[in-house]
């Protein structure tokens, strides 16, 4: 009977053993996906209107990326710039269609870089690189900005424009003072050519 209990104990506590190895087990892999993350090597990028720009991320520890589904996406819009899942682009906003691109040479080693065509100011704002797999979800934020130089270039119309305004605001002014000026003296020598009164009479 002590050896029946002694196997009926040893079976328990081997049942107990792999229990608890698979709790372990599930512990650390949500810990695995506790610690991915996706990081942003530059977080602000600038461009000028009309370049090609490429917003940068990367899966942190690095890892293949090929199996995972990624998606860039508008943060102002929540509208997805680009979605890839299981090899494929998948949709995407329409203004966004043949300007986007998932640089896959890059998957291989974790990286999630998305090329932008001939940007342009409404392209400027933030934008969210999203990655989901078997090990969890993670993102980060990239923000992105759009300038115009032509914007700032003073047009040669433009100071013409200026100069002309002010010659004739000035012209203006220097007639009102010379009216004004004619008219003071001409009351003033109106004045002056009064008739005398005539002599009192003796």
Same mark, same amino acid.
């Given at each position: 009977m002590g050896f029946t209990l002694g196997c009926r104990h040893s079976s328990f506590s081997h049942h107990w053993r792999a229990l608890l190895a698979h709790l372990v087990a599930l512990h650390l892999l949500h810990l695995g996906s506790a610690q991915m993350r996706v990081v942003a090597?530059?977080?602000? !990028?600038? $461009? %000028?209107?009309?370049? /090609? !720009?490429?917003? =940068?991320? &990367? *899966?942190?520890? =690095?890892? /293949? $990326?090929?199996?995972? +589904? %990624?998606?860039?996406? &508008?943060h102002r819009s929540a509208g997805l710039l680009h979605h890839y899942r299981n090899g494929l682009d998948l949709e995407q906003m329409e203004e966004y269609k043949g300007r986007t691109e998932l640089l896959r040479d890059g998957l291989t080693n974790g990286n999630l870089d998305l090329r932008i065509t001939a940007v342009s100011s409404a392209d400027s704002g933030s934008y969210i690189c999203a990655v989901e797999d078997g /090990?969890?979800?993670? /993102? $980060? @934020? @990239? +923000?992105l900005e759009v300038s115009d130089p032509f914007s700032q270039i003073v047009h040669p119309w433009k100071v013409a424009l200026g100069l002309v305004v002010t010659l004739l605001v000035g012209s203006f002014l220097i007639i009102a003072f010379l009216l004004r000026?004619? @008219?003071v003296q001409s009351k003033e020598l109106s004045e002056s050519f009064q008739? *005398?009164?005539?002599? +009192?009479?003796?």
């Open positions: 090597p530059n977080l602000h !990028v600038t $461009a %000028i209107v009309g370049q /090609d !720009v490429v917003l =940068c991320c &990367q *899966l942190s520890p =690095c890892k /293949d $990326a090929w199996s995972s +589904e %990624i998606r860039w996406i &508008q /090990d969890g979800y993670a /993102d $980060a @934020v @990239v +923000e000026k004619q @008219v008739p *005398l009164p005539p002599p +009192e009479s003796l």
